[in-house]
């Protein structure tokens, strides 16, 4: 029945409803439009010499829906030090970019992503974020077509596993060794089961534990792993305490998501020079 109404909306409504001539279009954009990015440089945050390093949250979301491929153009444009994507596993077993395990929040059609081969995903039409009435043909990107975005660039993808499990662990290393982008990707999950499986495999790619509140033990286990691995905490879960737990560690920590110039300089001062962000530019 799914299946049977995600063709109705595929191949009826989705064509009324992007009709430029119709006027909901026009009302559904005024949802979905741009932000407009602060630089940190200009509110007195970071220097040439002691800069921030930013992460673009989804890409650059203020711009383009997030997770999609102008989104991340938009970030190696920008020059992000790195630029955040969220992969899900189809029922195929290919991985693709979307924060939720289902489509509704994001496109026109309604489905769980586990329940889709990734044909069918790539038939389903994106309804939302900034700027999407711009981009008709815009379809879910692969793991492999983001990875290309970043090719040749000096901007990092950041790669947080959302599925459960392992099976399909070797496929995100193999993507990012056929790009030769183990110096460069970065792969990040609160699953610190799957940080330790693909710390096993001596892939030389860097790891970020995701955290809510920092604690020793949080601390600790990231420290345990063979491999480089960095904390990557929610900056509203944490004090001026808890951050400074990570500080005197010497734990390397870029914090999500901050989006308030107050909360970029409290962090800035503290001595933190990474943080996630859906609007800040350098």
Not at 120 to 128: A, C, D, I, R, V
Request: proline fraction near 4%.
């Amino acid at each position: 029945m799914t299946a049977i109404l995600n063709k109705f909306i595929s191949l009826i409504l989705v064509p009324i409803f992007f009709n430029t001539f119709l006027p909901f279009i026009h009302i559904a954009s005024l949802f979905s439009l741009p932000q407009e990015v602060i630089s940190l440089s200009e509110n007195g945050i970071g220097s040439e010499e002691d800069p921030v390093f930013l992460t673009a949250h989804r890409g650059v979301q203020a711009e383009a829906p997030q997770n999609t491929i102008p989104a991340y153009e938009k970030a190696v444009e920008y020059g992000y030090y790195t630029a955040e994507c969220d992969i899900q596993l189809t029922k195929d077993n290919e991985w693709v970019l979307n924060h939720n395990s289902d489509t509704d929040a994001m496109f026109c059609e309604i489905a769980e992503i586990s329940e889709c081969t990734l044909a069918e995903l790539k038939t389903f039409t994106y309804k939302s974020g900034a700027n999407f009435w711009k981009y008709k043909d815009l379809r879910i990107p692969t793991l492999g077509e983001y990875l290309d975005v970043f090719v040749g660039s000096e901007t990092r993808p950041q790669i947080e596993i959302k599925a459960d499990g392992f099976d399909m662990l070797y496929k995100i290393i193999d993507e990012v060794k056929a790009r030769n982008m183990e110096k460069q990707a970065i792969i990040i999950s609160f699953d610190y089961e799957q940080l330790k499986f693909i710390d096993e495999m001596n892939t030389g790619i860097e790891l970020w534990y995701l955290c809510d509140e920092i604690t020793p033990e949080i601390i600790a286990k990231a420290e345990a792993l063979n491999s480089e691995c960095w904390l990557s905490p929610n900056f509203s879960a944490n004090t001026a305490e808890t951050i400074g737990l990570a500080v005197d560690a010497g734990i390397g920590c870029s914090f999500w998501t901050v989006n308030e110039l107050e909360d970029a300089k409290m962090l800035y001062d503290m001595g933190i020079r990474y943080i996630e962000t859906d609007i800040f530019v350098n």
